[in-house]
């Protein structure tokens, strides 16, 4: 098993989040506004940091799979948006499950929930594509291309959602941050970091074991025999 | 610049030789609109106060069967190939075809605002002019987005399905600016908030039509 | 496609015979620069630097605007392409069709072929790829583009599988199968050589 770092990485990540979770359940003072409940701030806030992260990475890898045409950067785009979309998804759930003991609701207009909300489905789209384009260029252009939209467009639809509440009523909720709960937070982060990072990696070789076929040449066959015919 | 002038030209000359097609998406249009209105009304105070969410959520999905077709018409016989030989410069297509479908949807809106104000019986509050302001900036913002990804789903199966499953999130911004704007104007605006809506639509417009004008050339050569 | 090492000559007539699916059509649009080879390149010594304004294809999809008319169609390729679109008549009348109002939406495959070659005679390429142009052709149509394709100025490649109609207008023939060429020889042999193949695989 050569070449299989992101397996470490991965375990690595396990731990710090199974510490930092202990930490912050049973060390950590409960939140001073939310109490207990507060305490998915160490799974949620991890999860949306490394999820955006992860796109991040997608948007950079789709403008190196369109600048260079290579099958490794088109591997990356399909294996960080689909990581990506899985903390995306496991996000809105926290958020939803978040949302019910504090407001009242599973659902608020908030502006980082309905921005997470419809990336689901922006960076949905990109797989989707994927899946209809059988010709590897084109599949790499378009999905590449789709990927760079929708990045572009996480911050500008935080935006007007956030003008949207805004400009009706306030509804932020400060939070004092004790630095007992700095620990587990920073512990986490970069345990789920780690957690992705090996999930990034691990469907990258995945994804370049199937592109690797589509991109590359095949083998020419032998030199055909010439046809006889007759004058 | 002239191949932008003759893409717009060749996309006009088009529509007025299928304006039956375009008579056909503005019934699409004003059907919307009294659907919105039996499914909201006869509450004459519900309907004037979401006349502005009816007039846009009917450009949208107007909107979506128009740019499918703006892109169909270019790949159906083979067209874009002949444009990609002559060669044509990308950009000026991209814009010119963006520029056709802001015009198509000003139509839709033009034609829309006068059935608004008759079934919602919305009332006109500010200038007339924020208005038909509102109305350029949010065609404009729905048609670059959807110019590109009209290309980028032209030839795939699924194309109907899957251009508005694209473009729906990525307007959110554009429906949400648009739809304030258009409501301040109705209702009245008493803290000066259209200027900011209107300031975010054209944000959105100058990230996008840059954007869109670049990645162009790459999507009609795949 | 697998491996086609070809030349064509300036002015040259080539004909591109084989059975559905031997890359026929792949073939062209690699050299019509639509479609990039994964492997190898083409060439292009006799064109400009950019071979693209040379080259005139006329696909499956022949490459018009389905609501305007023929005139019109020219008209539009014409500003395009800066071409003097003044003689389009006299161009309409050599493949034989009218210039009249009506949509090319309700043209028949063969005046929509017609229609497609007066294009490529506005348009004066260098190089002429033209993929089946007598598919789905009464005898009348037959005549209409062999006489347009004969008019072409520059170097014609077909693909055809009506070996009787093209051969007359080739020189030198190719027969392709499984992504090879099988056999280059005279055009006038083009039918010997078919007729080769089919035996070889024991149809005949």
Same mark, same amino acid.
């Given at each position: 098993?050569?070449?299989?770092?992101?397996?470490?990485i991965?375990?690595?990540?396990?731990?710090?989040?199974?510490?930092a979770?202990?930490?912050?359940?049973?060390v950590?003072p409960?939140e001073a =506004?939310?109490?207990?409940?507060g305490?998915i $701030?160490?799974?949620?806030?991890?999860?949306?940091?490394?999820?955006?992260?992860?796109?991040l990475?997608?948007?950079?890898?789709?403008?190196?799979?369109?600048?260079?045409? &290579?099958?490794?950067w088109?591997?990356?785009? !399909?294996?960080?948006?689909e990581?990506?979309l $899985?903390?995306?998804?496991?996000l809105?759930?926290q958020?939803?499950?978040?949302?019910?003991?504090?407001?009242?609701?599973f659902?608020t207009?908030?502006?980082?929930?309905?921005?997470?909300?419809?990336?689901?489905?922006?960076?949905?789209?990109?797989?989707?594509?994927?899946?209809?384009?059988?010709?590897?260029?084109?599949?790499?252009?378009?999905s590449?291309?789709a990927t760079?939209?929708?990045?572009?467009?996480?911050?500008i639809?935080? =935006?007007s959602?956030k003008?949207?509440?805004?400009?009706?009523?306030?509804?932020s909720?400060?939070?004092?941050?004790?630095?007992m709960?700095?620990i587990?937070?920073?512990?986490?982060?970069?345990?789920?970091?780690?957690?992705?990072?090996?999930?990034?990696v691990r469907r990258?070789?995945?994804a370049?074991?199937g592109?690797?076929?589509?991109f590359?040449?095949?083998?020419l066959?032998?030199?055909?025999t010439?046809?006889k015919?007759?004058d | 610049?002239?191949?932008?002038l003759?893409?717009?030209? &060749?996309?006009?000359?088009?529509?007025w030789?299928a304006?039956?097609?375009?008579?056909?998406?503005l019934?699409?249009?004003?059907?919307i609109?009294?659907?919105?209105?039996?499914a909201i009304?006869?509450d004459?105070?519900?309907?004037?106060?979401?006349?502005?969410?009816?007039?846009?959520?009917?450009?949208?999905?107007?909107?979506t069967?128009?740019?499918?077709r703006?892109?169909r018409? !270019?790949?159906?016989?083979?067209?874009l190939?002949?444009?990609l030989?002559?060669?044509?410069?990308?950009?000026?297509?991209?814009?010119?075809?963006a520029? +056709?479908?802001?015009?198509?949807?000003?139509?839709v809106?033009?034609?829309?605002?006068?059935?608004?104000?008759?079934?919602?019986?919305a009332?006109?509050?500010e200038?007339?002019?924020?208005l038909?302001?509102?109305l350029?900036l949010?065609?404009a913002?729905?048609?670059a987005?959807?110019?590109?990804?009209?290309?980028?789903?032209a030839?795939?199966?699924?194309?109907?399905?899957l251009?508005p499953?694209?473009?729906?999130?990525?307007?959110?911004?554009?429906i949400?600016?648009?739809?304030?704007?258009?409501?301040?104007?109705?209702?009245?605006?008493?803290?000066?908030?259209?200027?900011?809506?209107l300031?975010?639509? +054209?944000?959105?417009? $100058?990230?996008?039509?840059?954007?869109?004008?670049?990645l162009?050339?790459?999507?009609?050569? +795949? | 496609?697998a491996?086609?090492d070809?030349?064509?000559a300036?002015?040259?007539r080539?004909?591109?015979?084989?059975?559905n699916?031997?890359?026929k059509?792949?073939?062209?649009?690699?050299?019509?620069?639509?479609?990039?080879?994964?492997?190898?390149s083409?060439?292009?010594?006799?064109?400009? &630097?950019?071979?693209?304004k040379?080259?005139?294809?006329m696909?499956?999809?022949?490459?018009?605007? !389905?609501?305007?008319s023929?005139?019109d169609?020219?008209?539009?390729?014409?500003?395009?392409?800066?071409?003097?679109?003044?003689?389009?008549?006299?161009?309409?009348?050599?493949?034989?069709?009218?210039?009249?109002?009506?949509?090319?939406?309700?043209?028949?495959a063969?005046?929509?072929?017609?229609?497609?070659?007066?294009a490529l005679?506005?348009?004066?390429?260098?190089?002429?790829l033209?993929?089946?142009?007598?598919?789905q052709?009464?005898p009348?149509?037959?005549?209409?583009?062999?006489k347009?394709? &004969?008019?072409?100025?520059?170097a014609?490649?077909?693909?055809?599988?009506?070996?009787?109609h093209?051969?007359? $207008?080739?020189?030198?023939?190719?027969?392709?199968?499984?992504g090879?060429?099988?056999?280059?020889?005279?055009?006038?042999q083009?039918?010997?050589?078919?007729?080769a193949?089919?035996? !070889?695989?024991g149809?005949?």
């Open positions: 098993m050569k070449n299989r770092w992101e397996i470490a991965g375990i690595l990540g396990f731990l710090m989040l199974a510490v979770h202990y930490i912050g359940l049973f950590s409960a =506004m939310m109490g207990d409940v305490r $701030l160490y799974a949620h806030v991890p999860t949306a940091w490394v999820g955006l992260l992860t796109y990475v997608a948007f950079i890898a789709a403008i190196g799979a369109l600048l260079s045409g &290579k099958a490794a088109d591997a990356l785009v !399909e294996a960080s948006v990581v990506g $899985l903390l995306n998804a496991v809105l759930i958020g939803s499950l978040w949302a019910k003991p504090t407001w009242g609701v659902w207009w908030d502006p980082r929930l309905t921005t997470t909300a419809i990336m689901v489905v922006a960076f949905g789209v990109v797989l989707a594509l994927r899946r209809q384009i059988d010709d590897p260029q084109r599949r790499l252009t378009i590449s291309v760079i939209v929708a990045f572009v467009n996480v911050p639809v935080y =935006m959602v003008w949207w509440r805004t400009l009706h009523q306030n509804f909720s400060p939070e004092t941050v004790d630095p709960m700095v587990p937070l920073r512990l986490a982060a970069f345990g789920m970091l780690f957690i992705s990072t090996a999930f990034v990258w070789r995945i370049m074991a592109l690797r076929v589509d590359e040449a095949p083998d066959p032998a030199a055909p010439p046809l015919v007759e | 610049m002239k191949t932008l003759n893409v717009l030209h &060749k996309d006009m000359l088009i529509e030789a304006r039956s097609r375009t008579v056909a998406l019934s699409f249009a004003y059907t609109l009294l659907l919105f209105a039996f009304g006869p004459a105070g519900a309907l004037r106060l979401h006349a502005g969410a009816y007039m846009w959520l009917g450009l949208l999905l107007t909107s069967l128009l740019l499918e703006s892109m018409i !270019e790949v159906e016989a083979g067209a190939s002949k444009l030989l002559i060669p044509i410069d990308p950009a000026g297509l991209f814009y010119g075809k520029i +056709a479908n802001t015009l198509q949807l000003l139509l809106g033009a034609f829309s605002v006068p059935l608004i104000f008759v079934i919602c019986d009332t006109l509050t200038n007339i002019g924020w038909g302001l509102t350029i949010g065609s913002g729905l048609a987005p959807g110019t590109l990804y009209a290309a980028m789903t030839r795939l199966s699924g194309s109907q399905l251009l499953l694209m473009l729906f999130p990525l307007v959110v911004p554009v949400v600016a648009a739809v304030k704007a258009t409501s301040l104007v109705m209702l009245g605006d008493p803290m000066d908030q259209i200027g900011a809506w300031t975010l639509l +054209a944000c959105f417009n $100058l990230i996008y039509w840059s954007l869109c004008g670049i162009f050339g790459r999507v009609i050569e +795949a | 496609m491996r086609v070809l030349e064509v300036a002015h040259e080539l004909l591109i015979i084989g059975p699916g031997c890359g059509t792949t073939l062209l649009n690699v050299l019509s620069t639509l479609l990039r080879p994964s492997a190898g083409v060439s292009y010594p006799g064109l400009a &630097k950019n071979p693209r040379d080259i005139g294809l696909g499956h999809d022949i490459g018009i605007y !389905e609501d305007l023929a005139a169609n020219l008209r539009v390729f014409a500003r395009m392409s800066d071409i003097d679109p003044a003689p389009i008549r006299a161009l309409l009348a050599t493949v034989g069709l009218e210039a009249g109002d009506q949509a090319v939406a309700k043209y028949s063969g005046m929509r072929r017609r229609l497609a070659l007066a005679l506005q348009a004066q390429p260098a190089l002429a033209l993929d089946e142009p007598f598919a052709m009464d009348g149509g037959i005549a209409g583009v062999s347009a394709i &004969k008019a072409l100025p520059g014609v490649i077909i693909a055809s599988h009506q070996v009787q093209a051969a007359p $207008l080739a020189t030198r023939a190719i027969l392709m199968d499984c090879q060429i099988r056999w280059t020889g005279r055009a006038d083009a039918e010997a050589a078919w007729r193949l089919h035996h !070889e695989r149809e005949l």
